[in-house]
C-alpha cells in the first residue's frame, strides 16, 4: 500500500467515525436536551454520560481528517490546508464546550438535586443554562464549521481532481446553504430543527460521507501532487541501491 494510499484510507475512516460517534451521540444525550428539568429528575446520567463520550470521539475524529490530509492537501495550496486544519480544530474545540457543559449538569445533579436547603429554582435554571451554552456550542460548531470545511477542502480536491469533481461540488454547492441557514439561526429567523436546517444539512451530510466512503474504497485519483508522496519510497530505495 502507497503512502498515499493509507492517507486516504486513515483520513477516510476518520470521516465515517465522526458519522458513527455523532449520530449515536446526538440520540444519548437527548434526555438532558430535551428535559428542562433534568438537573432535579431521576436523570439518565449513564445514558447522557455515554454520549458525551461518543462527542468527545467525534472531536478527536474531526481534527484527524485535517492532521492526516494536511500533508497531501498542501501540496495543492498550502493556504487553504491551514485553512482545513484550523476550521476543523475549532469545529472539534466548541464541541468539546458542549459536552463539558453537559458534563456539568450531571454533576451538579448528582451533587445537588434533592440535597436539603438547596435551592431547586435556582438549580434548574443553572441546568437550563449550561443546556443553552450546548445548544450554541452546536450551531457555531457542528452547525456552521462544516461549511468552512467544505469550502476549504472541496477547493482543493476539486482543483486536484483527487476524487471525482462531483464529491467535492456537493460540498461547494451545500457550503452556502448551510451557512445560510445558521446566520438565520443565530438572528432569531430560523430554529436548528426546522425544515430549512434539515435541507441545508443534507448537501454538506452527502459531501462528508461520500469523500470519506470514496477514500476508503478507491483511494486518492492519479494526480502530481501525489506523484511525491507516492515514489518517496522507491527512490530512497533507489539512493540506496
Not at 28 to 39: C, K
Not at 210 to 218: C, P
Request: charge should be positive; hydrophobic fraction near 55%.
Amino acid at each position: 500500500m502507497s503512502p498515499a494510499r493509507k492517507t486516504a484510507l486513515v483520513a477516510g475512516v476518520f470521516y465515517l467515525i465522526t458519522f458513527a460517534a455523532s449520530i449515536p451521540a446526538l440520540i444519548l444525550i437527548g434526555p438532558v436536551l430535551h428535559n428542562p428539568d433534568y438537573i432535579i429528575s431521576p436523570g439518565a446520567d449513564p445514558r447522557v454520560v455515554a454520549g458525551c463520550l461518543l462527542d468527545l470521539v467525534n472531536a478527536i475524529a474531526c481534527v484527524g481528517t485535517a492532521v492526516t490530509l494536511f500533508p497531501v492537501a498542501r501540496r495543492q495550496n498550502e493556504g487553504l490546508a491551514l485553512g482545513f486544519v484550523a476550521s476543523r480544530s475549532f469545529e472539534a474545540a466548541v464541541i468539546v464546550i458542549g459536552v463539558v457543559s453537559l458534563l456539568a449538569v450531571v454533576t451538579l445533579r448528582r451533587d445537588l438535586a434533592g440535597a436539603q436547603g438547596t435551592d431547586q429554582a435556582a438549580l434548574v435554571i443553572a441546568g437550563r443554562s449550561l443546556v443553552a451554552l450546548r445548544d450554541w456550542t452546536f450551531l457555531i460548531g457542528p452547525g456552521l464549521m462544516p461549511a468552512f470545511n467544505a469550502l476549504c477542502l472541496g477547493s482543493l480536491l476539486y482543483r486536484s481532481g483527487l476524487v471525482p469533481r462531483i464529491i467535492p461540488a456537493i460540498g461547494l454547492v451545500g457550503a452556502p446553504l448551510l451557512t445560510a441557514a445558521a446566520v438565520a439561526t443565530l438572528f432569531g429567523a430560523n430554529t436548528q430543527t426546522s425544515p430549512l436546517s434539515g435541507v441545508a444539512t443534507i448537501p454538506i451530510f452527502v459531501w462528508e460521507l461520500s469523500v470519506g466512503a470514496y477514500m476508503i474504497v478507491k483511494g486518492f485519483r492519479p494526480s502530481p501532487i501525489t506523484g511525491g508522496t507516492a515514489s518517496a519510497p522507491s527512490a530512497r530505495r533507489e539512493a540506496v541501491a
